[in-house]
């Protein structure tokens, strides 16, 4: 009964990958059911035959893990251990590196450390493969399986192996894990009414955050805004769209998806009861901003709500849905692509900036170094800051046009050509 009762879970999954809905054509269920004897065919004779005894749940989870990895690198079975620690990563507090990371190319690749993490502070970059954990080679690693080895009690050590663009061998990199507690909202006064607010990431606070930081910053004579979003690697989706609609008229559309089955293909609008939809701004990216910061900084593009400074950014735009499983595993399925509000998809391509401002590696200070070095006191930083002070530049060409040409829209006229 146990037997069947996992096969018969693997039998749903296989469905729901290879079929796409219960609405598929009863062709395409018999071809699939086909398919599936082959399957049993396997597993039985693996099972009798095998040199060694394998438990049958260890060979279905393989199966499992085997029929996601060929879908796409954000598709992935998560055991039930891996399924506790998914149900974490929004809420802001979890152990371990503070580090985002995906697989590109079948390669398992840095998206951006979190700022202010033991990641952060040990030298990791955007765009760094990782090689080994541990020891460990990380090629077949699913993503799960790395984000679970990198997690783990804090005060403990783990070690990073990593290749770079430009070096010629990889290098290690010893982290002590910490108890990770993201604060989402940074914000700063630059001077003369400029606002500056950086989101770390999107999660369930974020919004409350961002709005409380605003809020704030108006009382004290806000009159531009410069929303930094460079290595947040994302998030919440519903996240950024309350992010969002801070800025953008009531009904707006801010992101909407498509996929395969019907509620996947969504719309996501304003419906802010206070916002700043006036209020001229920059939205400063680079290549460690993904996902939902793709989101954020597509829509204000899309709505000419403001400038985007900075590099070209990730370039993910599908969306995972997490699905719980009978016995406490779960997957995480790519279900459906996003796209901004003019219908541009960033899977795969990115939002590219109005203004592109390139920073060499050795200044970027959205870059960490090969070494650590002495923290800056965070207003030093931002007026060492070359992206940060182009922002400025471009708020302050906004105010010179909406002076010359009164009750139009500066941030309309001032787009680049």
Do not use: C
Request: no cysteine; charged share 25%; proline share 6%.
């Amino acid at each position: 009964m146990k037997k069947a009762f996992v096969i018969g879970s693997l039998l749903v999954v296989l469905t729901l990958s290879l079929g796409g809905s219960v609405a598929s054509k009863s062709a395409d269920s018999s071809a699939t059911y086909e398919q599936l004897k082959l399957f049993t065919e396997v597993l039985s004779i693996v099972q009798n035959q095998y040199v060694d005894e394998v438990p049958p749940k260890d060979l279905i989870y393989s199966a499992i893990k085997g029929t996601l990895r060929g879908l796409d690198a954000h598709s992935s079975f998560l055991d039930p251990d891996s399924y506790k620690e998914m149900q974490v990563e929004t809420s802001g507090s979890f152990g371990g590196l503070g580090i985002e990371i995906t697989l590109r190319d079948d390669v398992l690749t840095v998206v951006s450390p979190i700022e202010g993490t033991p990641a952060h502070r040990a030298g990791l970059q955007t765009g760094d493969r990782i090689v080994k954990i541990d020891g460990l080679v990380t090629k077949d690693m699913q993503l799960p399986d790395a984000v679970k080895r990198m997690r783990g009690k804090p005060g403990t050590k783990v070690t990073i192996t990593v290749v770079r663009e430009g070096w010629t061998e990889p290098k290690d990199f010893d982290i002590m894990r910490e108890q990770i507690r993201v604060q989402s909202v940074r914000s700063h006064d630059l001077g003369g009414g400029v606002a500056y607010v950086k989101l770390r990431q999107f999660q369930e606070q974020s919004p409350g955050d961002l709005g409380a930081a605003l809020e704030k910053a108006a009382k004290t004579g806000m009159k531009a805004l410069v929303l930094d979003l460079r290595n947040n690697p994302g998030g919440l989706l519903t996240a950024a769209v309350e992010v969002t609609e801070e800025f953008i008229d009531d009904g707006k559309l801010v992101v909407y998806t498509e996929g395969r089955v019907r509620n996947q293909n969504m719309r996501f609008s304003a419906h802010a009861k206070k916002s700043y939809p006036n209020l001229p701004m920059v939205v400063l990216v680079n290549q460690g901003s993904a996902s939902a910061s793709e989101i954020v900084a597509g829509a204000l593009q899309d709505w000419g709500r403001a400038i985007v400074v900075g590099t070209q950014t990730f370039g993910k735009g599908s969306v995972q849905t997490i699905i719980p499983l009978s016995d406490g595993s779960g997957l995480r399925l790519t279900t459906a692509k996003y796209f901004t509000p003019k219908g541009r998809s960033i899977h795969g391509k990115g939002i590219t900036p109005d203004i592109v401002v390139e920073i060499p590696k050795e200044k970027d200070p959205a870059a960490t170094r090969d070494r650590p070095q002495p923290s800056l006191d965070p207003m030093e930083e931002l007026k060492k800051d070359i992206q940060v002070q182009r922002a400025l530049d471009v708020i302050k060409t906004m105010r010179i046009i909406e002076q010359q040409r009164p009750g139009q829209n500066p941030q309309a006229q001032a787009r680049p050509q």
